[in-house]
């Protein structure tokens, strides 16, 4: 257990005792409800997708899954020979497409040598049952799946806001269903979305903790180039971002919260950081372990 919290060393150490593990992000293809017109065209306001997955596929032949990995596991494998991993599906909604061709993509991952885990990243509309239950019944049988959900935040207003088209009900569902299916699940939450308050965000975070799931990140607003809300911040529109020194105290009110109401959730990050081409605002030139340390000697202090 992590001095202050639970850290997602632990999770991971409690998972795959004895292993050093690693995430190795994979882009398999996919597009997203929410921007080829299934739900809508528009996307989520904060979202370039290229900016949380730098080499995004948009306009750009991709490698199979496996060469991918093949070559995200050689600058690892030559530092720590010993090194397992996690194959991460994180761009996109990685469960937005047929059964078959989903499951043969995260079959093609288990079948690289060294990959001990599948980490499938989606939205929480988009996990039909027929792929929960064949998910649930792989994990049984031994091949390692998490699902992770972008719930962002508990507040239907600010969710329409940001043209996200789910609810946040429709997170709780899944929530639900995943922990029936007994598939571990991970929660993706964002800070400083528009119209939001600290007491609101602070809600999101208990909202979030009573669900008990067994990751939880945490994302600062960024503004990034050629989503809506840089167009927005382009013609004027103010948006009130976090700085670290007003970020920090938040984060001491979050681990308190996890701390309180779900000790038995990791907390996996507090930070993202967009590639430098694309970030608009705030511009922190803090890497995520950076911030953490800071963190980290406030939490010493307290
Ligand atoms: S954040 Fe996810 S769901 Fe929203 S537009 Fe981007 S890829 Fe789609």
């Not at 994302?219 to 013609?235: E, K, R």
Request: a negative charge.
């Amino acid at each position: 257990m992590g001095r202050y919290y639970k850290e997602y060393a632990d999770f991971l150490a409690e998972h795959f005792p004895g292993r050093k593990m690693q995430k190795l992000t994979v882009d398999a293809g996919f597009s997203c409800p929410n921007r080829d017109g299934t739900l809508s065209t528009g996307g989520c306001a904060y979202c370039n997708n290229n900016s949380f997955s730098p080499g995004s596929h948009e306009g750009r032949h991709l490698s199979p899954v496996a060469d991918q990995l093949e070559e995200s596991k050689i600058f690892f494998r030559r530092k720590y020979p010993s090194m397992r991993y996690l194959a991460y599906f994180q761009s996109y909604t990685n469960t937005h497409g047929e059964t078959s061709r989903l499951l043969d993509l995260y079959d093609e991952a288990f079948g690289c040598e060294g990959v001990d885990g599948v980490i499938i990243g989606t939205r929480p509309d988009c996990l039909p049952a027929g792929l929960v239950e064949a998910l649930a019944c792989r994990h049984k049988a031994g091949q390692w799946i998490m699902v992770e959900l972008g719930a962002e935040s508990s507040h239907d207003d600010t969710l329409r806001r940001v043209n996200r088209c789910h609810s946040w009900q429709a997170t709780v569902d899944a929530v639900s269903r995943l922990r029936d299916a007994q598939l571990p699940v991970g929660l993706h939450l964002i800070m400083g979305l528009p119209g939001e308050n600290r007491e609101m965000m602070m809600e999101t975070v208990e909202r979030a903790a009573l669900l008990h799931p067994d990751t939880v990140k945490f994302h600062q607003l960024q503004i990034v180039a050629g989503s809506t809300l840089a167009h927005q911040w382009q013609a004027g529109q103010q948006f009130e971002l976090f700085t670290p020194e007003s970020y920090l105290p938040l984060c001491l009110d979050i681990i308190s919260t996890m701390n309180r109401l779900s000790p038995s959730t990791a907390i996996e990050r507090f930070t993202s950081q967009a590639p430098s081409d694309l970030l608009i605002a705030p511009r922190w030139g803090l890497k995520n372990y950076q911030f953490v340390n800071l963190l980290h000697n406030l939490l010493s202090r307290c």
